[in-house]
């Protein structure tokens, strides 16, 4: 069984949001076209506290793209994005919404960043999403979304090491480049992770 992940195809990541990514809106036809063509679509929102300590204006001093230590792990500070509840969180409007048959919230506790759909970045908890596609006997994810270069490669690199057969759909992504070839860097580490890049 297949499965389509779309990932953080949200109001902040797109031109005019918080922590735009250059031409985010552009995934929204591709995730449209390819929907229909899955039985079983899923998507991640990052879904953040208004406090989340991934956020730059938690830390004075910090900027926006500042590495901290955040409990034991490295942190990018970004803008404040994807705050529960607030327009900027919510899907990009011409999304198919309809096609959608669960949602899996990520990043949801204050002390720790979760750009994998899967788990956390300590890998402490889990949002349920291995489960549900176990449910459905899902062995095969094709994944799409924002950001290429965080929240979609993570997502990638943990279905590839949880045994699914995982597709990197190029087309329908997007990244940030915080470094210039950070997009480039990423598609490599997940193509030599085993992720198939088409
Ligand atoms: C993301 C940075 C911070 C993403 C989420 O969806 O790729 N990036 N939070
Ligand atoms: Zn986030």
């Known amino acids: 069984m297949k499965a389509l992940i779309l990932v953080d195809i949200q ?6 949001g918080a922590l735009a990514v250059r031409d985010g ?5 591709a995730a449209n076209r390819l929907m229909p063509r899955f ?18 204006s938690q830390h004075p001093g910090k900027g926006i793209g500042d590495v901290i230590d955040l409990n034991g ?3 990018v500070l970004w803008p404040d994005h994807c705050v529960e509840g ?13 096609g959608i048959t669960q949602v899996f919230e990520k990043g949801t506790d204050r002390t720790v960043d979760s750009y994998s759909g899967f788990f956390d970045n300590g890998r402490r ?9 176990r449910g459905r006997h899902v062995d095969e994810v094709f994944i799409l979304g924002l950001a290429t270069d965080y929240c979609v490669k993570f997502t990638a690199l943990d279905a590839a090491s949880l045994g699914f057969k995982t597709h990197l759909l ?4 997007r ?21 198939l890049v088409e």
């Open 39 to 56: 039985e079983l679509v899923v998507a991640t929102k990052d879904w953040h506290p208004a406090n989340h300590l991934s956020f730059a």
């Open 175 to 195: 990244g940030v480049d915080l470094r210039p070839g950070d997009v480039d860097r990423a598609v490599e580490e997940m193509r030599a992770a085993g992720v």
């Open 170 to 173: 190029l087309d329908g992504c």
């Open 11 to 16: 109001n902040d990541f797109i031109p005019g």
């Open 125 to 133: 908890q889990a949002t349920g999403l291995e489960d549900f596609l």
């Open 86 to 98: 607030t327009p900027g969180a919510e899907f990009v409007p011409g999304l198919d919404v309809i």
């Open 73 to 75: 792990l490295p942190q």
């Open 25 to 29: 809106d552009q995934v929204v036809p």
